[in-house]
């Protein structure tokens, strides 16, 4: 079975450090494009930033760059998000999310990490 | 960048209506559009890419059409397992991002 497992839900404080992940399992993870989706509670889907897990390029949405990080090991076919420094207004539903076929919909997607950033 | 936007932001409907959701973009993305359907709690699921693409697996009742700006999803005859958001995304150009729109709410009259 083709899937994306995410690790689990994140409790931080603000300012500290993170990273969560997405094992892609059932494919050849190098063969396919990697992007990560956040949802803050009760609001809409946003592109962040997508991986090509075969040479780690990444890019990102203006949004975002620079406020987070996203990375991939291809020998454990895991990508990951990144902060180095936690904000409130991090909270939110992370997803990851497989491309079909480099620049393309999005076709498999992960079961969602919460990360809840509060003081 | 290129912007999206969907019309109505929420549609109520019963259950065997026909449903249409209009997907504008802020300039041509082509047909590099796709459509997804999210329930509460749950990850979101293609269900349409390159604007008319129908996904392995979905049911022939959801269907999309369009090019250039302007995009519709349709579901010909709503069942109770359609009740949910669905976003537009665009794929046009993939160093400007991957946008969706805003959602539209599709819940029970």
């Known amino acids: 079975e083709v899937q994306l497992v995410q690790s689990g839900a994140e409790v931080k404080k603000p300012g500290e450090s993170l990273r969560i992940s997405c094992k892609g399992s059932g494919y050849s993870f190098t063969s396919y494009w990697i992007s990560w989706v956040r949802q803050m509670p009760g609001k809409g889907l946003e592109w962040m930033g997508r991986?090509?897990?075969?040479?780690?390029?990444?890019n990102y949405s203006p949004s975002f760059q620079g406020h987070v990080t996203i990375s991939a090991d291809k020998s454990i076919s895991t990508a990951y998000l990144q902060w180095s420094s936690l904000k409130a207004s991090d909270t939110a539903m992370y997803y990851c999310?497989?491309?079909?076929?480099?620049?393309?919909?999005?076709?498999?997607w992960g079961q969602g990490t919460m990360v809840t950033v509060s003081s | 960048d290129i912007q999206m936007t969907q019309s109505p932001s929420t549609l109520s409907a019963s259950v065997g209506d026909r449903v249409t959701i209009t997907c504008r973009a802020s300039?041509?993305?082509?047909?590099?559009l796709a459509w997804y359907q999210q329930k509460p709690g749950k990850a979101p699921k293609l269900l349409i890419y390159?604007?008319?693409s129908l996904e392995s697996g979905v049911p022939s009742r959801f269907s999309g059409s369009g090019s250039g700006t302007e995009f519709t999803l349709t579901i010909s005859s709503l069942q109770p397992d359609d009740f949910a958001t669905y976003y537009c995304q665009q794929y046009n150009s993939y160093s400007r991002g991957f946008t969706f729109g805003p959602g539209t709410k599709v819940d029970i009259k």
């Open positions: 991986i090509d897990p075969s040479d780690s390029y990444t």
């Open positions: 390159k604007a008319s």
């Open positions: 999310a497989r491309h079909r076929q480099g620049p393309d919909a999005f076709d498999i």
């Open positions: 300039q041509s993305i082509s047909s590099w």
